[in-house]
């Protein structure tokens, strides 16, 4: 029974704001329902403390490095065994003596999301941010990159970008970095969006293909593995089964008034597993939900 379990890893989103206006980012687009908030430092501590989670990813719907306290909450979850995992747009690098922030923080994974080789590309998605500032911190923290420290260049695929996917490539080769080419998400799309202008030409580098009028996934639904594995914890304490549901329609409870394994063992946590199994199609966000497909090309 899984309510006598807790969750193996957690996922933390530090902030719901964020210094970019990426299209498909419904914190970008300004089309957040949830208020603006800060995670409370002390509720994060109670919950690392009660889960000692073996994962922890730092990401969801505001740029981690906005929160004051993200390299102590690194430090905690590390000192506690955790692996942490953190993804930024590159603000990290707007102050150069975040670097070495990064280097005592016990961070286990940097993943920068960097769509283009150079900043007219780049910018085209990554709306705000100021890509040589992310090239020279990134510069910077490789001349003193520790041991412990995995540094993972990811670049989401579309059809402004497809043409620099090599380039790219062989320049995180260049810098001894994971370079990580990543199928663009639309589960975010305004619904009489039109997709084309995110979709690469090169439908293999899509998760999506065309059947007919409709865009559809390819291979259809998986099996969603997060419910029986993780739980989100949003920045103002409530919690959602998994990142992607942005504006909290699944929200299992609050962690500012209830343990997590009351939320986990709770009768909406064991409804919404069941919902899944039966039902997956017919309730947001998970009825367009691609998780499972084809993430990484």
Request: net charge neutral.
């Amino acid at each position: 029974m899984l309510s006598e379990t807790l969750p193996t890893y957690l996922w933390f989103e530090p902030t719901n704001t964020c210094n970019a206006q990426c299209p498909l980012c419904p914190t970008g687009a300004n089309q957040l329902s949830r208020d603006k908030a800060f995670l409370d430092f002390h509720l994060y501590k109670r919950i690392i403390d009660e889960v000692r989670p073996r994962l922890v990813y730092f990401w969801n719907y505001g740029e981690p490095f906005l929160h004051p306290d993200i390299f102590a909450m690194f430090r905690y979850a590390a000192d506690r065994g955790a692996q942490t995992h953190v993804s930024t747009n590159g603000f990290v690098f707007y102050k150069l003596e975040n670097i070495q922030k990064l280097i005592d923080s016990g961070l286990h994974t940097l993943l920068l999301a960097i769509d283009g080789i150079d900043a007219e590309t780049f910018n085209r998605y990554r709306v705000g941010v100021d890509f040589d500032k992310v090239l020279r911190g990134l510069a910077l923290l490789l001349k003193q990159r520790p041991a412990h420290l995995e540094i993972v260049w990811q670049f989401i695929v579309m059809r402004h970008n497809e043409h620099q996917i090599e380039e790219a490539r062989a320049l995180a080769q260049q810098l001894g970095i994971k370079f990580a080419l990543k199928a663009v998400s639309l589960d975010m799309l305004p619904q009489q969006a039109d997709p084309d202008p995110y979709l690469p030409q090169n439908l293999h580098l899509s998760r999506y293909t065309w059947q007919g009028d409709q865009l559809v996934l390819k291979g259809g639904f998986h099996p969603c593995y997060f419910v029986n594995a993780s739980l989100m914890i949003n920045a103002d304490g409530s919690v959602a089964p998994c990142p992607f549901d942005a504006q909290g329609w699944l929200t299992l409870g609050n962690a500012h008034t209830q343990t997590i394994r009351e939320i986990w063992s709770s009768e909406s946590m064991q409804q919404l597993r069941h919902r899944l199994q039966q039902s997956r199609q017919t309730f947001s966000p998970c009825k367009t939900c691609s998780v499972g497909s084809t993430l990484f090309v």
